[in-house]
């Protein structure tokens, strides 16, 4: 008897506690499937203005158990004015829809002129249900002094090339050997010349 007694309160301790499990999140105040927004991609990031990003913002959309949700609606939203810029789209609004692995790419990101930090803000909306977040980026300067420095240095070539090419084709003598010097490129105040 003791026996089918205790295998009775047993099993009456085992539907309380399915019970409080399953009515857990309505205890703690939480209803629906516990929308999150995660980011995979696009946070702290440096832009150069006016240049596309390379690495688009991504982000995975779970419950509260931490299940990839697809098929939920995610906008991706820039500054209207200031730092910023305007995600590359067709014209119609921003709203990227998560795959079946819960992931949301949103489209390619132009940089304003305007350096500076700034945010951009994303939205997810799942039956009902909706979470935000903010990621920071930041529009740098261009820098154009490594570029310039590139051409200059194309344009001395091209132009050492030349006059070596045009001052061999006036002679067919080689000139004896003490009188060659090697030959040096000047740029900014140095010089770079053949190995002695």
């Not at 203005?49 to 158990?65: C, F, W």
């Not at 820039?78 to 590359?88: C, I, L, R, T, Y």
């Not at 067709?90 to 304003?112: E, I, K, M, S, W």
Request: net charge positive; with cysteine; hydrophobic share 40%.
């Amino acid at each position: 008897m003791n026996f089918i007694l205790h295998r009775l309160k047993l099993r009456m301790l085992t539907g309380v506690v399915c019970s409080l499990v399953m009515l857990q999140p309505a205890f703690a105040g939480q209803t629906g499937v516990g929308l999150t927004i995660l980011v995979l991609k696009g946070d702290r990031v440096q832009n150069v203005v006016s240049q596309e990003v390379a690495r688009p913002i991504a982000v995975r959309i779970v419950d509260r158990t931490g299940r990839p949700l697809p098929s939920v609606n995610v906008q991706f939203s820039a500054p209207d004015s200031g730092p910023g810029g305007a995600f590359v789209t067709d014209g119609g609004p921003l709203v990227v829809v998560t795959d079946r692995d819960g992931v949301a790419v949103a489209p390619p990101f132009r940089p304003n002129s305007t350096p500076g930090p700034y945010e951009i803000g994303i939205q997810a909306s799942y039956r009902g249900e909706v979470s935000k977040v903010t990621v920071s980026q930041s529009n740098m300067a261009k820098k154009g002094s490594s570029k310039k420095i590139l051409l200059i240095s194309a344009a001395l070539g091209g132009a050492a090339a030349a006059a070596f090419v045009a001052k061999g084709k006036g002679d067919s003598t080689p000139p004896p050997p003490s009188a060659t010097t090697p030959p040096t490129i000047s740029f900014l105040g140095g010089s770079v010349g053949a190995p002695q």
